[in-house]
């Protein structure tokens, strides 16, 4: 089977907010952290293979290719269909690219 990732754009500024309200949807606890190439970032960990990292989309000036706009990006490394189907119908966030 095929590992999806998945990105999700939120138009929200509020990069804890948007953590805090992906971590509930999920079930999991948004974890902070800090590194000097993204600067703060959460990570919600999930049972199995997901991963997911919210984070602003700016790193050192670097916006994610093709979506300049969104400044907040939710990545989903190794998405389920349960997740995907979750977090797509969160409000405020949205589906801005898939790849299997």
Do not use: K
Request: charged share 20%.
């Amino acid at each position: 089977m095929s590992e999806r990732f998945d990105l999700y754009g939120a138009r929200s500024t509020g990069l804890a907010d948007v953590a805090g309200r992906v971590a509930a949807s999920v079930g999991g606890t948004a974890h902070l952290h800090d590194s000097l190439y993204r600067g703060q970032y959460y990570v919600v960990a999930l049972e199995g293979a997901e991963d997911v990292t919210i984070q602003r989309n700016d790193v050192d000036g670097i916006r994610e290719p093709g979506f300049p706009d969104w400044p907040i990006l939710v990545y989903v490394d190794g998405a389920t269909d349960a997740v995907t189907a979750t977090l797509g119908a969160l409000p405020g966030l949205t589906l801005l690219r898939s790849e299997i």
